[in-house]
């Protein structure tokens, strides 16, 4: 129990450095705006059209009828087609979350240089606290500050987006395109966070100030993006199949009512979003994708601790 | 207990912090003190668990503090005010002591903040609680010092140079507050200020190139200098290198010099009762002596 305690003693402490100092705040801040602003675009810019289709006309209604369709199919189809709208703009968008491996490194990477350099660090090593829960405390803080702002942020334009197109449209998202980028933020997006946030702590491990720690947290963000890109990479070879295995996975189980009408509209299978015939993946590739990640942050941690225990006795 | 056997600490290859140590620190007030450089720090945290000997023996409350077991459990009855002192600018004081508290293993709410008001009030800190730490004095910084070594009720407080940037009025308090504490509890005071020992410790032993030079009570260190003291009125001449000046005063028959060796016949001395400090620069000349023969 007291082991507990001292980690979240530790993370509640880096949780208000988090937003003294600002870094991860910024960072995490201009990562979700830059999403934010990418998904927007595409169904904003189009909002106008949209408009226009979903005002039914009696040119309109001879049309949608002449194609076996009723009217009452008219309001979840325009709904579903905003929503894959939204979803492609999400897909193009989320390719910029790849850019917190980069930049959350550098941010946290000043986390413990920071102790040392304000000479804090010998006062934390007097009490009984042991190097592993020293590690822990500072990345569950820093998390837990990447992880406030980056919610804010994808809360507030969920928000917006939902506000907007209630005000033209008169109706929100469909309940299959907020599962989508629910989905996509937590077995995507969550991870790539963790991943960021706690190689970027553990490489300052190694250097004695923040200054020090900038750089190789610059090397550890390209290193990251890198790997994460090859180690997960999907099996298509199109533009979305740039980022990893969650991402596709998501994308290949992605359906709509639109999406199926237009199919029928098209008489055939619809390649909606350029992964027509790629290899599926399944719940187990995500699973290991996920466990290669656990393995990989396991190893590193204790990389880390043993050069705490070497150099500093902990 | 302490007990330190055969200690050495080695940096690198060329840089001999302690020389095969051995010491026995009962309960009280203990003084450690030599010049800058002479293995004190090093010998405070080895005794803290912060840095591992070279070789030898440490034993502190009963635990070796060479294995991670026995360092865990010395540091979890330890009160410890480093030398090099930082904090964090962006805390207050209070914020910082809660911090501290929690990471000594106090869980009881009412019991930590208890004992944060009864440090931050003892070191006289509690109007400027909450003020950010940015702000603070070197000698306001020293005392969130001493009040974090204080939390926790420790066993073993070791203090490493507590009075530097402290104001006379502030040490002499802080003397007073540790000479209390070592009433419940061991007390390491490590400092090359040979009058905050004089004037608090009991025993005291005196380093100096990492090795024990002198183990004993300050009467004793006093008596070895007794019969070696003298002062001596020159018109302006400053006295032979065979003596140490410890004090010099402009009289109005020339100048007043308070020296240490032995005078010679011609000279108009006086021998005079040794205080500590001169007991303390006696052993030095001693040591340096032996060093150069």
Redesign the interface.
Known sequence: MKVVRRILAIACTEFRFGFRRGAPVVVTALIGLLISAGILVGPLANLSMWEAVSVMTPERIQRWTSFGFTIEQHAPFIRDAVGDMFVGSTLLAWLLILLALLFLPIATAVSIPADRQFGVSELLRTTAISGFVYLAGKVLGMFATVLLVAAIMLGLFFAVTEIILFSILHHGLSASASLFFIKLSLLDGLPILIWGTTVGVLVGVFFRTRRAAIFPGFLAGVASLVGWVYAFRTPSQDFFGMTDLAYYYLVQNYHSFAMDLEARLGGGGLDYFGIAGAPGVGIGQLALMYLALVAALAVLTSLARLWLQWKENY | MITVSQLTKTYGRKVHALRGVDLEIGTGMFGLVGPNGAGKTTLMRIL?????PTSGKVSVLGNDVTNRRG???V??V?G?L?Q????????TAL?FLE??A????M?DKAEKEKQINETLELVGLTGDARRKMRTFSGGMKRRV?IA?ALLGKPQLLIVDEPTSGLDPEERVRLRNLLAEMSARCTVILSTHIVEDVSQSCNDLAVINLGQVLFRGSPGDLIAQARGRVWNLVTTGERPGAALTVVSTVQIQDGVQYRVIGTPGEASKVVSVEPSLEDGYIWLMQQSRLEQVS
């Open positions: 803290a668990g912060l840095l591992r360092k865990l459990a540091k979890s330890l410890y480093p090099e002192l930082g904090l964090y600018p962006d805390l914020e911090y501290v929690l990471l000594k293993g869980t010092g974090q």
